[in-house]
């Protein structure tokens, strides 16, 4: 209870005076040193306790962790000429708590980033977010213009882009890189962790400007890529891509395929395909424009197989170049099945069966045969397992186990039926003509010395082969266009008609040629294919032959490869040759 008293001073009037209970005065003394109490211990707890969560808001609005980004590796050809190389660019983000934008500043800002001004509105609006990307790999003086803006919150960050100066020449050997520089495609992808290197990153703190006002600490320091050299001589690729392009386009192909190998060292120096795309601005990558169709693609390779049942049959012993073979009356007869020449050819000899192409011959040696010996031969040559290159999704192709061979499989096999592989495997499998029986393992990295083949032929049949191939460009052979002026070549043509559901689809084929040159001391081979060609014509002989001979003319001359043969060395005209035919 309270007690009041009246007290009076002299000359004033009287003073109330209220005294307070005892028990209250404690109480309320009690309640405002348990106040203190609970602010002290608040500022312990958020000093001390609940420090790291103020001191990461703190540093969420000034302290910035900035990506140091590592420099890509570049991919160059075997020369040094580049493939693929790392530009710088910027990119624009924000922090949308800090940004204070006009309305004249925000239709700028979209003007320059050719953006609509309501996406970048919302980009600025979401400020639960502490960092947005605007624009992405902008070149260096469109990013000055917008930090030129003067918008607090938007920053700029250096990146790298990449650049293919080849363009579509190359694409499907370089690939190409995402937005956040990472391989898609090609060695980009396959070569990501040698090419990319490693980022680094440093703590800075910045103004609301955007400025950097302090360094705090170097965090990590990056580690730039390394350079990759592949074995592409980047003129004889574009070689190959033009003169390639230009067939499929003349005989209005579905697509083509070249290859060509160092057949000293089973280096690759090109390896083109058509249709292609430019990796400098991947879209529209439909219809299997991406893939590397040298690699990733398999096919019947016709009579292109022939050389290999032939020095099979020769290194069995059972026959000889000059050893005869009836293939009259043109057709056969196993089971079932029939299988025919384009022509009536008669008695030939092995080489002849080479020259002609003879289905029949070849069927015939084949059957004479063991089927595990045929198979054999066709494993250690690389059919029906992947070269090993190292490329993604490389196909290994399909060579059946001879156990379930039966003898018309065994027979259409023997000229490149029933059997499926990719255009690098057959490339590759053409040096034991070009090492006297030894196939050599290929390679798309430049090499420091040259491969350890392995011996599948004994090497006086793989000579004896070299020279029969040499007998199917000259007249009388089925690819006199394959001739090289002032070069001796050798090689052998392929047409198959292409597998489809229930059968074999009518009117659709695949041409091929592989060769080598020069004949008497083989340089190079070159691989060549063109998918189900429309123009009217479709013989190897007649599609693929003349792309080699141009690609092989021009190859030589780069490497300036010494002539083996006069320079009337082409016995007819090209434009005067009838269409040769040969079809499996």
């Keep these: 209870m309270m007690h009041a008293m009246r007290t009076r001073g002299v000359g004033s009037k009287p003073r109330v005076v209220v005294r307070l209970p005892v028990w209250r005065r ?59 190389i790392s530009t710088p660019v910027e990119s624009i983000w924000a922090s949308p708590p800090d940004v204070k934008a006009t309305p004249e500043q925000l239709t700028k800002l979209a003007s320059i980033l050719k953006l609509k001004r309501e996406v970048v509105k919302a980009k600025f609006d979401n400020t639960q977010r502490e960092f947005v990307y605007l624009k992405r790999r902008l070149p260096p003086e469109l990013a000055a213009q917008v930090m030129g803006i003067g918008i607090p919150g938007v920053f700029m960050q250096r990146e790298y882009r990449r650049y293919y100066p080849a363009g579509e020449v190359t694409a499907h050997l370089v690939g190409f890189t995402g937005i956040d520089d990472n391989g898609q495609e090609g060695f980009e992808l396959h070569s990501q962790k040698w090419l990319s290197g490693k980022p680094g990153s440093r703590r800075v703190i910045k103004d ?36 390639l392009a230009a067939a499929v386009e003349e005989h209005k192909a579905k697509a083509g395929s070249a290859v060509v190998l160092d057949a000293k060292t089973g280096e690759v120096l090109a390896m083109a395909n058509v249709p292609s795309y430019n990796p400098n601005n991947p879209v529209n990558l439909t219809g299997g424009r991406s893939r590397n169709r040298a690699i990733v693609d398999t096919f019947e390779p016709g009579s292109t197989l022939k050389p290999f049942t032939a020095a099979a049959a020769l290194d069995s012993g059972r026959y000889k170049p000059s050893t ?22 008669g008695l030939l000899t092995v080489a002849q069966v080479i020259q002609k192409s003879s289905n029949i011959g070849s069927a015939k040696m084949a059957l004479s045969m063991e089927p595990h010996y ?12 992947p070269t090993r290159i190292g490329f993604p999704g490389e196909a290994s192709g399909k060579l059946r186990n001879y156990k379930t061979w039966r003898p018309i499989e065994q027979a259409t096999m023997s000229y490149g039926h029933g059997i499926s592989l990719t255009l690098l495997q057959l490339a590759r499998a053409y040096t034991v003509f070009t090492n006297d029986g030894a196939v050599l393992p290929v390679s798309l990295l430049k090499l420091k010395e040259p491969p350890v083949g392995h011996q599948v032929y004994k090497p006086e049949s793989a000579r004896h082969l070299k020279d029969m191939m040499e007998t199917v460009i000259q007249p009388g052979g089925t690819a006199p266009r394959a001739q090289v002026l002032g070069y001796r070549v050798g090689g052998k043509t392929g047409t198959a008609h292409k597998p489809g559901v229930g059968g074999y689809q009518a009117n659709h084929y695949v041409s091929s040629f592989v060769g080598f040159a020069p004949a008497s001391n083989p340089r190079l081979i070159i691989a060549v294919m ?48 009838p269409e040769i035919k040969e079809v499996v």
């Design 208 to 243: 609301r400007q955007g400025r950097i006002v302090e360094d705090l600490e170097a965090v990590k320091v990056p580690q730039d890529g390394h350079d990759l050299t592949l074995s592409i001589d980047r003129k004889i690729q574009y070689l190959a891509y033009r003169e």
């Design 374 to 385: 045929m198979w054999s031969i066709y494993n250690q040559v690389g059919f029906g397992s």
């Design 324 to 345: 005869l073979i009836e293939t009259s009356p043109g057709a056969m007869r196993i089971g079932t099945a029939t299988i025919r020449d384009a022509h009536q050819q």
């Design 530 to 577: 063109i998918d189900d060609p429309s123009g009217g014509k479709y013989y190897g002989g007649t599609v693929a032959a003349p792309v080699f001979s141009k690609v092989m003319a021009g190859a030589l001359r780069m490497l300036a490869v010494p002539q083996d043969a006069p320079n009337n060395n082409v016995v007819i005209p090209v434009d005067d040759l």
């Design 26 to 84: 404690r109480l309320l003394l009690a309640v405002v040193l348990g106040g203190f109490a609970v602010l002290l211990g608040r500022s312990v707890y958020l000093q001390s306790v609940h420090k790291a969560f103020l001191q990461q808001k703190g540093d969420a609005r000034y302290s910035r962790l900035l990506s140091l980004p590592a420099h890509r590796g570049k991919i160059t050809d075997r020369y040094g000429e580049p493939l693929a």
